[in-house]
C-alpha cells in the first residue's frame, strides 16, 4: 500500500491516490483516488489475473464504484449489485471489498 | 445454442482446421480476433506459435504493473494485451492453440472442461498422464502444463491456450514484474515447482495430436484450411490499428 496526498491551496489533504495489492484466489491491484473528507473514492482501477465475464463489467464495475463510500458494507452492496448479472473467478465482492479498503491502511 | 445438458454429447460434423504458423504477437491476437468475427457454423481449431518470443497479458491487467517492458525491448521480446482475462504468459517452447465456435456450454466452468477435455486427450496420446484442474488448467502429476483463456462475444466463444513444450522461468522472471522484489526468489522457486512442461514433444508432434484429439472427442472431421484473404486482410488492420497500438496494450 502506499499512499500520495494532493493538497488544497490552505494546504489541506483532501484528495489521496492510494494503491493496494491483495492476494485472493486471483491477485487484484487496486489504485484508488478518493476524498478524505467526504470519505468517498474519486475514482478507481482494478487489474489483475482474475477472469470477468462479460469483461466489460468491470469498467462499469469502477464507474458505478465512483462516489461510493470507502466503507465496508458500502462498498460491498456496490461490488455485489454491479456483479450481479456476472460471473467472477478469482475474487469475490468480500475480498475486493477488502482489496479496496486496504489502501487506506 | 446448445442447452447446457446436450453439451457433453455435441458433435460437429466439421471443424476447420487453420495452422497459421509463427507470428508476431499483435498479429496473433488480431488472428484470432479476425476469426470470432467471421465464424460461421463451423468451429474452428487454430494451431499457433510466436516469433519472436512474446509476452501476452490478461485483459484485466496492467501492463506496467506485470511487464518489464525495457527488458522485453531490449531482448526482443513482443507484448500484447489479450482479448481474454487471466495472468501474463511468456510464450517461447510452446504451441498454442484457439478454438472458436458458436455452440457451447453457456456455463464457463462447464465450457473450459468441455474444451481441456479434448487438450488432455492430445496431452496423454503422446504418453502423458495429464488431468484437467478447473477453472482452466492442466496439469502432470500436479504440475501445470497447459492454461487456457476464453471470452465471449456476440454468441461466439473463443478459448485459446499454450501447452508448454519447455519452460524457463528464469527468463519468465527476467520479463515479468512481481508484487514484491523481497518475495521475488520464493515465488520463482514456488513457480518452478508448479510449472512444467511436456518435454521431449516437438511443436509438429503435439499438433498432430492436438487435431486428432478434437476430431475425436467432436466426433468431427477435420477440414484443413487457410486463412481466407478477407479474414487476413482483417487482421493485419487489428494487428496495426488495434493490438500494436498503445490504447490498447496500455489501457489499464
Known sequence: MAAFPKTNQSGINMKR??????????????????????????S?????????????????????LMGTKLERHALKQEIDNSLKNSEVYGFDSTSLTEAILGCKT | MVARHKMSTVKFSKIRVLETGYNTAALNMAIDEALIENIGEVPVLRIYG???????????QSIKDEVNLEKCSEIGVDVVRRLTGGG?????????????TKQYPQNI??????I?????????????DASFVPLNDIAVKGKKVSGSAQTRRKGVLLQHGTLL??????????????????????????????????????FDDMASSLKTSFATKFSAKLVADTVSTEEISRARWLAERKYSSKEWNLRR
Open chain 1, 17 to 42: 491516490r492510494a494503491h493496494n495489492v491483495y492476494k485472493s484466489q486471483k491477485l487484484i491491484r487496486v489504485m484508488v483516488e478518493y476524498d478524505e473528507t467526504e470519505n468517498a473514492i474519486n
Open chain 1, 44 to 64: 478507481i482501477t482494478i487489474t489483475g489475473d482474475f477472469f470477468l465475464y462479460p469483461e466489460e463489467a468491470l469498467e462499469t464495475l469502477e464507474a458505478n
Open chain 2, 50 to 60: 510466436w516469433r519472436p518470443a512474446a509476452v501476452s497479458i490478461g485483459y484485466f
Open chain 2, 88 to 100: 501474463a504468459v511468456l510464450h517461447e517452447f510452446e504451441l498454442t492453440y484457439s478454438f472458436i
Open chain 2, 109 to 114: 466452468m462447464d465450457s473450459y472442461r468441455w
Open chain 2, 116 to 128: 481441456c477435455e479434448a487438450i488432455v486427450i492430445s496431452i496423454n496420446r503422446l504418453g502423458f
Open chain 2, 165 to 202: 513444450l519447455g519452460v524457463d522461468v528464469d527468463k519468465m522472471f527476467c520479463i515479468l514484474r512481481v508484487p514484491s522484489e523481497k518475495l521475488k526468489d520464493k515465488i520463482i522457486k514456488d513457480v518452478k515447482e508448479r510449472v512444467t512442461s511436456l518435454a521431449g514433444t516437438t
